[in-house]
């Protein structure tokens, strides 16, 4: 006869071993996924390469990201903003070689870019420095500065450090991306382009209030950035999105006229037109189409040609 204390431990074994099966299978699952999706964005960026060098004599580089690199565009390479922007000032400047450049990575905050910025101004070598940049700020935090401006420790410092450490993984940002556009699509658009005579307070601007600690995070990374532009003897042009985001747009502008830089403001453009909406993708209403970013490219066009910052070579002469 069996000893019952003995089926005991037997049994106790017989469930740790399933509970490590499965935990292990989970962990095995999870890595390969995350391996998986690396690679993928490996793949995407050999294959969608960022513009080679050509030895242009006038050199912009547009920094940002997914409205930078042009998601929601029929084909991003060649109707991003910055592309049709180097044909309009080609087709302007026909005796001069002009090119802009931009980096692929999408999904990137303000501080992953602020960290690569002097590699590329010494890659790159721009006389004019396009941005666009800020709205990934409060969701990817990898590498964020963010522990810079925590003051107000009821904002757990663990919780961020937890956070940045957890955006470090793909799988990680690939499940935010399948909650997040669940959870504002219905709200998105009125937020963005409130109805004429709707309080936004009837809107539910509650949800949408982030912490200030987000604000000082992409003021101070911004105005770093400018930094080094004005340093180097950059020209730089500050840009808003085609849609608002909370206080980004005031920021976005208080720095441009903080360190006396061009500002364009496409949001206030998107504005004035008639159907707002037909110029996004309807895929997420964020990102712009073709139409949408032709007239971005329109609108900055517009403020290098006003503000005669491309000379050419008649105008260096008569000086």
Same mark, same amino acid.
């Given at each position: 006869m069996k000893n019952p204390s003995t089926n005991d431990s037997a049994k106790r074994f017989s469930l740790k071993s399933k509970v490590f099966c499965v935990l292990f299978g989970v962990c095995l699952?999870?890595? #390969?996924? *995350?391996?998986?999706?690396?690679?993928? @964005?490996?793949?995407?960026?050999?294959?969608?390469? =960022?513009?080679?060098? !050509? #030895?242009? *004599?006038?050199?912009?580089?547009?920094? @940002?990201?997914?409205?930078?690199?042009?998601?929601? =565009?029929?084909?991003? !390479?060649?109707?991003?903003y910055p592309h049709q922007l180097e044909e309009m000032l080609r087709k302007k400047y026909k005796g001069m070689k002009i090119q802009c450049f931009f980096d692929q990575t999408i999904g990137q905050n303000t501080s992953e870019i602020l960290a690569k910025l002097p590699q590329h101004i010494e890659?790159?070598?721009?006389?004019?420095?396009?941005?666009?940049?800020?709205?990934?700020?409060?969701?990817?935090?990898?590498?964020s500065n963010i522990l810079l401006f925590n003051e107000d420790r009821s904002v757990s410092q663990l919780a961020l450090k937890t956070l940045i450490f957890l955006d470090q993984f793909r799988i990680w940002k690939l499940f935010k991306n399948l909650v997040f556009p669940l959870r504002v699509s219905e709200e998105r658009w009125d937020f963005f382009y409130p109805p004429a005579g709707r309080a936004r307070e009837e809107l539910g601007k509650e949800k949408w209030e982030r912490d200030p600690i987000f604000d000082q995070l992409t003021k101070h990374d911004i105005g770093e950035m400018v930094k080094i532009c004005k340093?180097?003897?950059?020209?730089?042009?500050?840009?808003?999105?085609?849609?608002?985001?909370?206080?980004?747009?005031?920021?976005?502008?208080?720095?441009?006229?903080?360190?006396?830089?061009?500002?364009?403001?496409?949001?206030?453009?998107?504005q004035t037109l008639k159907n707002p909406k037909t110029y996004f993708s309807p895929e997420d209403y964020w990102h712009p189409n073709d139409a949408g970013y032709a007239l971005m490219a329109e609108n900055v066009y517009?403020?290098?040609?006003?503000?005669?910052?491309?000379?050419?070579?008649k105008k260096k002469d008569l000086r």
């Open positions: 699952v999870l890595v #390969g996924l *995350e391996i998986s999706l690396r690679l993928l @964005g490996f793949g995407y960026n050999v294959i969608h390469r =960022a513009p080679a060098d !050509a #030895g242009a *004599e006038y050199r912009i580089y547009c920094v @940002g990201e997914s409205t930078t690199w042009g998601i929601g =565009a029929s084909d991003p !390479a060649t109707k991003n890659k790159y070598q721009p006389q004019l420095i396009i941005f666009l940049v800020g709205v990934n700020n409060w969701w990817n935090m990898e590498r340093a180097n003897g950059i020209k730089v042009i500050m840009c808003t999105y085609p849609a608002a985001t909370r206080d980004l747009r005031r920021i976005q502008k208080n720095v441009a006229e903080k360190f006396d830089t061009f500002f364009v403001d496409h949001y206030a453009v998107f517009s403020c290098i040609l006003k503000n005669g910052l491309i000379e050419t070579k």
